[in-house]
Antibody, heavy 119, light 110 residues
């Protein structure tokens, strides 16, 4: 059974750096064609793709956010980490990590973690 | 990258069919066969319903089907059921090696 779970702070202050960890089980990011993406959803709004890391350590970022994002993996811990710098209130959202076994197969999703940006 | 355009809402009676459109550009929907659809119930994580335009993951009923023509992808739900009432999002791979989601459609079962 494949599962993913996001962890990190529920509250960050403006200008701080957010670090989120996705801990997964049931698959390995060492396996060819496996990928993990981060996606967020502000309250009451649509989904927004943020970043993707592949089994071969290729990394891809949202064009509008790429200067603020860094994605990395630790295959020994079965974890993917996303950092987002210079957080602002507009970044308040539920952040999801999701496994990808092909270019459009986002499945399954983690439960999500709500991050609020406020002073 | 602008979000893919979806109707804000669609509705139908139980047993009827509804179709949700997802309009992009020649740089995303029109360029690749990498369109997926997600169902999201309130307070829950999205669930993959369709990927690679037409493929259904294991466990997704065949009442859900996907298609694409030009820059527009579509999700059809046949035999509408009460539990189909949810928000639906499309997503496409893009020429910039990124992904773009749709604006979302609320499906109401009358």
């Amino acid at each position: 059974q494949v599962t993913l779970k996001e962890s990190g702070p529920a509250l960050v202050k403006p200008t701080e750096t957010l670090t989120l960890t996705c801990t997964f089980s049931g698959f390995s990011l060492d396996t060819g064609a496996m990928r993990v993406s981060w996606i967020r959803q502000p309250p009451g709004k649509a989904l927004e793709w943020l970043a993707r890391i592949d089994w071969d350590d290729d990394k891809f970022y949202s064009t509008s956010l790429k200067t603020r994002l860094t994605i990395s993996k630790d295959t020994s811990k079965n974890q993917v980490v996303l950092t987002m710098t210079n957080m602002e209130p507009a970044d308040t959202a539920t952040y999801f990590c999701v496994r990808m076994s092909s270019y459009s197969s986002f499945d399954p999703w983690g439960q999500g973690i709500l991050v609020t940006v406020s002073s | 990258q602008s979000a893919l355009a979806q109707p804000r809402s669609v509705s139908g009676s139980p047993g009827q069919s509804v179709t949700i459109s997802c309009t992009g550009t020649t740089s995303d929907v029109g360029r690749y066969a990498y369109v997926s659809w997600f169902q999201q119930h309130p307070g829950k994580a999205p669930k993959l319903m369709i990927y690679d335009v037409t493929k259904r993951p294991s466990g997704v009923p065949d009442r859900f089907s996907g298609s694409k023509s030009g820059n527009t992808a579509s999700l059809t739900i046949s035999g509408l059921q009460a539990d189909d009432e949810a928000d639906y999002y499309c997503c496409s791979y893009t020429a910039r090696f990124t992904y773009v989601f749709g604006t979302g459609t609320q499906v109401t079962v009358l």
